[in-house]
């Protein structure tokens, strides 16, 4: 898993709770293989950080890390049309 910020302005308290419930996830993303792609989006709608992974256990993993911290789905970003799924804080 790798993650990585989209805008330059610091995301706040929310954005280092998920990174910190993230942390323990390291398998490193193997591109050959699709990398997963997921969007976080600030509360006005913007795309401030990317998830990435190609594994599906740490894929699901995210998933219930971003409905647990009660970040709401979206049906897509705006921004990017690369994204496999995106939430919204």
């Known amino acids: ?24 996830l390291r398998l490193p993303v193997d591109h050959r293989a699709g990398a ?17 992974t190609s594994s599906v256990v740490e894929a699901v993993h995210i998933f219930e890390t971003l409905s647990a911290l009660r970040l709401e789905p979206r049906s897509g970003s705006v921004e990017r049309d690369d994204l496999t799924r995106v939430f919204r804080a």
């Open 36 to 52: 997963i792609r997921i969007g976080i989006e600030n509360r006005d709608g913007a795309l401030y950080r990317v998830i990435e």
């Open 1 to 24: 898993m790798q993650t990585h910020i989209v805008r330059p302005e610091p995301p706040g308290d929310e954005d280092r709770h998920l990174v910190a419930q993230l942390r323990p």
